[in-house]
């Protein structure tokens, strides 16, 4: 009709918005309610951890890279460390390994739960969300007992672990297990049954086999379209070579199905870690290691909540290493929303972007100022502080 | 196929205690091994600065006071420490652990983030020396 | 057992391209081939079904000096496509200089590659020909021309914020 | 009971103005309360809606680019004061109303509509994306839920053969409680009161996680606080309908504390037990089911009624 009508009508979410707990730009360009077109725009946390990296030594970025991430810190940490014992011709002892591989399950369990109460709260389900984060409590209550910290449990050492674990421990950590998969069960029936809630998630944003394929999704969201992606299985390493895991698939590829994956591959991490608490050999928990790591290039993947993490480590044989790429999981997923989105309700957006879990763990801590009466400047870190004590004095 | 599935934890929720809580006035105890403010003994420290090296967040200054004699003095930064523990693992000596005291930080002052380990007399020493004008002591960076 | 099946039927594929190869790992294998020869080779690995695109990984090799200050060896840039067969990783490896540093887009054969080559040419100033989309990803809209933070000669903008100035001054 | 009061007072003070307010807070906090213990949270303390409605009336209002500036202002008040006028029609709290004539359940519930409308004005008026989205979200609830509110709210009408509240209120306190006689109109009652006022499940309008706040997104200061408090009017006014139509009408105070909470565990309960509707299904699920069974109950009344009278 008239050139108004035309004109295209664009809805951002992001980078500040309520359905998103950290900051990505999505606009999607709807019609009525019916959206049809999406672009993402990331890096508003960039915080140049791979260049950061390059001017620390191993051990610094262990922890460095742990903090890529605040919701699976341990897997990150795990794929760094694994890596560097890798090109340094290291072996952990294997009680280690069983103690990164019972933190690395720990923290799906948690990052699930997690990711299970954001997803209830975007489809408005605020009872569900504050009921799974209720129990998501006790799986954090057990990494602070074990760890000595909710977030950041800093496992890890380079060749081992930091922390071993008693039979007391052991036999809180079995109980709850048991307390979990109760509840685990409970929630698998409500979303599996509970009208309002499948109404939000039955045949939305359904990814077939082929496009999970062809846009290299990983983890949970190609495991829920059928694609037998999952680290773990594919090429066990660390612990998991010992206790193996099975890999959890659906066929249907909508959100129901991506819920049903997460919700079973629970039940499966519950399983190993009784299974590990079981098993676990005594022993040694760590070996040495140099501080100059020999050169060399060594790729390293693990299986995080998300899906797969790698790693490409080059070392130049000094204490530095010379690059450090990271790939996380959800950079993979976001295509996927881009290519589903077309079509569906805007309300149906919020669920979508939760569906894939996205975590947004990127670079640089860089500000840019834009001011009506100034050019826009770039400010780094050191700037943007002494601009802040400036301001404020 | 059902509808409010939910019902019988609304019901029980209800009638049982909440799971959240007052947070100033209730406070849970720290569990046991939680890695809170770090605490240094001064007295079996031989200096070999490898806490220093390795600490990811530079929280940790260990200032030589008297090399031959091992007396040094820490300045510790709880404000940059991300409490890794990686210095309590590294130490030889066992001369720092991290207590599971302190587990609130906010503060309306930057003076409680410089702490002082070391005797009395050496911190004296250290910041009297500091005090002084033309001699400075390496600045915070 | 499988894992040489694997790796052995792609490296029969790209056999043709291979300029250099290297077997790091059991399960790693690393190809170096010549930028006009990227495409076809990574079409045929797609064509088969031989894995999944992981990620495009930027290297930078900076200029080797001597004591005059004099170029021995030109800087280059060095793009790693990471592909996943299973437990297997073949990486095919480009080389390209400071001075021209072009290589042609996957993204018609791999849709999903965009977001790394997008990553690729911010930080590393990669020239990825016919690549769909040339926004800036992750750095901010403002960043200035022809600086590439992940290159080892990059310290700290600031720095280069006023070198420039003073440049430009003179 | 009759009070005769100076009709100012009973504008300003009570039942209208300065107590309605109050009380509309107090069940703000009520609703927040029972819904945080069935999310099993501790909630927040009695003064908290208070807290909120004086520190947001004390901030600064901020009025967007683009706007029509008294539009901008005027609409919060004219939703208030719709709200606040109908609660002059209804016997709150066990008095009788303020004013009553034949027929003004239907200005009451014109009135009360007053709202809705005002917020999807109030949405359109503005530029940004997600208030226009709100608006148009609000104003179609609206549409799919006043036709089924009104209907059920019309089988006691028709039961009492009166559209006067306060006698349709004394009718059902002599009869058996409606609820038993009338149960889907009741149910539809309450859904759409909940659709009406934008409570969870129903609250796709204001559905933070797509569109921030929906239409009040631009809003800050007094006119967030005014829409607030006209939305707990709204609440208050609502729930004593349905009392008054369902169970059993109010002759005395504590009957109306004690039935006002019980119905209002009903709809805290339901705020919490289900996933929000998206706003088609919302829209469709009213008048596929519905404005379809309110018909049906009405239908039945009616041939009830006319059964009667041929008995009789």
């Not at chain 1, 495991?223 to 090429?235: E, H, I, L």
């Not at chain 2, 500091?130 to 915070?140: F, K, L, R, S, V």
């Amino acid at each position: 009709m008239t050139e108004a009508k035309k004109e295209k009508f664009i809805v951002p979410i992001g980078p500040q918005h309520p359905a998103l707990k950290e900051p990505g730009n999505f606009e999607f360009t709807v019609d009525g309610e019916i959206v049809t077109d999406a672009t993402v725009r990331l890096g508003f946390v960039h915080r140049g951890i791979e260049k950061a990296c390059e001017t620390r030594n191993y051990t610094q970025d262990m922890y460095l890279l742990e903090r890529v991430c605040g919701i699976c810190s341990h897997v990150h940490a795990t794929a760094f460390v694994l890596g560097v014992e890798k090109l340094a011709g290291v072996q952990a002892p294997p009680r280690a390994e069983a103690i990164r591989v019972l933190a690395a399950e720990l923290e799906r369990i948690h990052s699930h739960l997690l990711w299970f109460g954001v997803a209830a709260h975007e489809a408005g389900f605020d009872t569900l969300f504050m009921y799974t984060w209720r129990d998501r409590e006790v799986v954090m209550d057990i990494l602070e007992t074990l760890s000595g910290s909710r977030v950041h449990y800093s496992v890890n050492i380079l060749g081992g672990v930091k922390i071993d674990i008693d039979q007391k421990l052991s036999d809180l950590i079995k109980k709850d297990m048991d307390f979990l998969e109760e509840r685990t069960e409970h929630y698998m029936k409500v979303v599996t049954t509970d009208e309002t809630f499948l109404g939000r998630t039955r045949g939305i944003g359904t990814l077939s086999r082929d496009r999970a394929k062809l846009l290299g999704a990983v983890g949970p969201t190609a495991r829920a379209s059928g694609v037998k992606r999952d680290v773990r299985v594919n090429a066990p390493y660390s612990g998991y070579k010992e206790f193996p895991v099975k890999m959890v698939i659906d066929q249907t590829g909508d959100l129901e199905a991506r819920f049903v994956v997460r919700l079973k591959e629970l039940y499966e991490s519950y399983r190993l870690i009784r299974e590990i608490l079981e098993k676990i050999q005594p022993g040694e928990i760590s070996t040495r290691i140099k501080r100059k790591i020999p050169e060399g290039e060594v790729i390293s993947r693990v299986e995080a909540p998300r899906g797969e993490l790698f790693y490409f480590i080059k070392s130049n044989g000094t204490e530095m290493p010379d690059r450090v790429k990271v790939r996380t999981p959800s950079l993979c997923n976001w295509g996927t929303i881009t290519d589903v989105a077309v079509g569906h309700k805007l309300a149906d957006m919020p669920m979508l972007l939760a569906g894939i879990d996205p975590c947004f763990s990127c670079n640089d801590r860089m500000v840019e100022i834009r001011s009506d009466s100034q050019p826009s400047q770039m400010m780094n870190w050191d700037g943007l502080r002494k601009y802040g004590i400036e301001y404020y004095k | 196929m059902a509808i409010g599935v939910l019902f019988g934890d609304l019901v029980k929720a209800f009638f049982t205690k909440p799971a959240t809580q007052n947070y100033p006035f209730t406070k849970t105890i720290a569990p046991e091994r939680l890695r809170g403010k770090l605490v240094y003994d001064p007295e079996k420290c031989i200096g070999c600065m490898l806490c220093m090296k390795d600490c990811p967040s530079n929280a940790i200054e260990l200032l030589t006071v008297d090399k031959i004699n091992k007396r040094f003095v820490m300045r510790y930064h709880p404000d940059r420490c991300v409490f890794c523990a990686q210095c309590v693992q590294l130490c030889r000596f066992n001369c720092l652990n991290m207590s599971n005291s302190l587990w609130e930080m906010a503060s309306t002052s930057k003076e409680a983030f410089e702490v002082y380990y070391g005797r009395e007399e050496d911190i004296a020493f250290l910041l009297e020396r500091a005090a002084q004008p033309g001699i400075n002591e390496p600045p915070c960076e | 057992m499988e894992t040489i099946k694997f790796l052995e039927s792609g490296k029969l594929i790209l056999e043709k391209w291979i300029e250099r190869s290297q077997t790091t790992e059991e399960n790693r294998l690393d190809i170096w081939i010549s930028t006009a020869n990227l495409k076809p080779a990574v079409q045929s690995l797609v064509e088969i079904r031989w894995g999944y695109l992981i990620t495009i990984t930027g290297l930078d090799i900076p200029p080797v000096r001597d004591q005059d200050n004099n170029e021995l060896q030109p800087g280059q840039l060095e793009a790693l496509y990471h592909f996943a067969n299973d437990a297997d990783i073949i990486t095919i490896r480009v080389k390209v200089p400071y001075s021209k540093p072009q290589i042609d887009s996957i993204c018609e054969i791999i849709p999903s590659a965009t977001i790394y080559e997008r990553e690729v040419i911010e930080l590393f100033g990669f020239d990825l020909l016919n690549t769909p989309n040339t926004e800036k990803l992750i750095l901010p809209d403002s960043w200035p021309e022809g600086v590439y933070p992940l290159r080892k000669s990059f310290t700290n903008l600031q720095d280069l914020v006023t070198s420039n100035k003073e440049q430009s001054n003179d | 009971m009759n009070l005769s009061l100076h009709p100012l007072i009973l504008l300003l003070v009570f039942p209208g103005g300065l107590f309605l307010m109050n009380i509309g807070l107090l069940y703000e906090w009520a609703d927040r309360k029972l819904v945080a213990r069935f999310q099993s949270r501790v909630g927040p303390r009695w003064f908290q809606p208070f807290a909120d409605t004086v520190k947001l009336l004390a901030k600064e209002e901020i009025i967007p680019n683009g706007v029509h500036k008294f539009m901008f202002q005027a609409l919060p008040i004219i939703a208030l004061t719709g709200a606040l006028t109908a609660a002059l029609y209804i016997p709150m709290f066990g008095f009788e109303a303020a004013f009553s004539f034949e027929g003004d359940l239907i200005v009451a519930l014109y009135m009360l509509s007053m709202m809705t409308l005002s917020i999807g004005l109030a949405g359109a008026n503005t530029l940004s994306r997600f208030t226009i989205i709100g608006a148009t979200r609000a104003l179609t609830q609206m549409f799919s839920y006043e036709a089924p509110f009104l209907l059920a709210l019309l089988g006691p009408a028709i039961a009492a053969g009166t559209w006067n509240i306060g006698k349709i209120n004394t009718f059902t306190g002599e009869n058996i409680w409606l609820i038993l006689a009338q149960p889907i109109g009741f149910i539809i009652a309450v859904v759409g009161l909940m659709g009406k006022l934008e409570l969870p499940p129903f609250d796709a309008p204001e559905a933070e996680t797509e569109i921030v706040a929906g239409a009040l997104t631009e809003y800050s200061g007094r006119g967030l606080a005014l829409f607030h408090i006209g939305k707990n009017v709204e609440l208050v006014i609502g729930l004593t309908l349905v009392v008054i139509f369902y169970l059993g009408g109010i002759a005395n105070p504590i009957e109306f504390i004690l039935k006002s909470a019980g119905l209002f565990l009903v709809v805290s309960a339901l705020q919490s037990m289900f996933a929000r509707l998206r706003i088609d299904q919302t829209v469709g699920l009213w008048w596929r089911l519905g404005a379809l069974m309110g018909l049906l109950q009405l239908l039945a009344i009616i041939f009830g009624r006319y059964l009667g009278e041929i008995l009789r």
